[in-house]
């Protein structure tokens, strides 16, 4: 079945130790996001890509990055990770930016990330 | 900053009750999506609403978008331990060309057996 896949579903890091997310589509959809969500928190958005042109929000730290090497994967980066960034880290695509309505965003399991 | 408030943050109700939660902003949006998550899973789409007044159901499930495009409201009719999860509802927002999601905090519901 066409999906939305993230590994791994659990991550254990230490604090300062890089560690890379990965996503990928078999939904040949055009725009891939990622979301941070804690706990008992709505889901934020962290940057999102369109094709190959990457918009990061204003709001978002520099220790957060992100890789489209192609269509089907999608790799969030945490430089340095601290305590605060604990949590589930959502991948989502839509097909486009925007088709007239509203395009339909799907997500993927999550992450959750643990930094020690 | 479009911000989402959802009440309740948390209800834990009996099988068979009925049930409403409500989503409420000061600002305008294109349209509202209502989303469910289970545990350790990503949300799922429920419903988009589009037009202000605009009621939608979902067998159990109804929803309806406010007339100024600012609130929404999901209500569950004979609710079952099935629908236990987190509502979560988004807000569309246009920006530069692009559509980007404003959630909610969502509401963790219960339904006990």
């Known amino acids: 079945d066409a999906m939305v896949i993230q590994n791994p579903r659990y991550q254990v890091t230490q604090f300062g130790k890089p560690v890379t997310l990965s996503c990928s589509q078999t939904l040949n959809h055009n725009v891939m996001y990622w979301y941070q969500q804690k706990s008992s928190q709505a889901p934020k958005l962290l940057f999102h890509?369109?094709?190959?042109?990457?918009?990061n929000e204003a709001d978002t730290p520099d220790n957060f990055q992100s890789r489209r090497p192609n269509t089907s994967f999608c790799f969030l980066d945490i430089r340095s990770p601290g305590l605060g960034d604990a949590a589930m880290y959502l991948c989502?695509?839509?097909?486009?930016?925007?088709?007239?309505?509203?395009?339909?965003?799907?997500f993927g399991p999550g992450t959750r990330l643990t930094v020690l | 900053t479009q911000l989402l408030e959802q009440s309740p943050q948390f209800l834990s109700i009996q099988e068979g009750e009925n049930l409403t939660v409500y989503c409420n902003s000061s600002?305008?949006?294109?349209?509202l999506q209502w989303y469910r998550q289970e545990p350790g899973e990503g949300p799922v789409l429920l419903v988009t609403v589009v037009t202000g007044g605009e009621v939608k159901k979902l067998k159990r499930l109804t929803f309806q978008f406010g007339d100024a495009r600012k609130d929404s409201s999901l209500h569950i009719t004979a609710a079952q331990p099935g629908d236990t999860g987190l509502y979560l509802c988004a807000g569309v927002v246009l920006q530069g060309g692009s559509e980007k999601l404003v959630f909610g905090k969502g509401t963790k519901l219960t339904v006990n057996p």
């Open positions: 890509y369109y094709d190959k042109d990457f918009n």
């Open positions: 989502a695509t839509s097909r486009e930016k925007r088709t007239g309505g509203t395009d339909t965003q799907y």
């Open positions: 600002s305008v949006f294109s349209s």
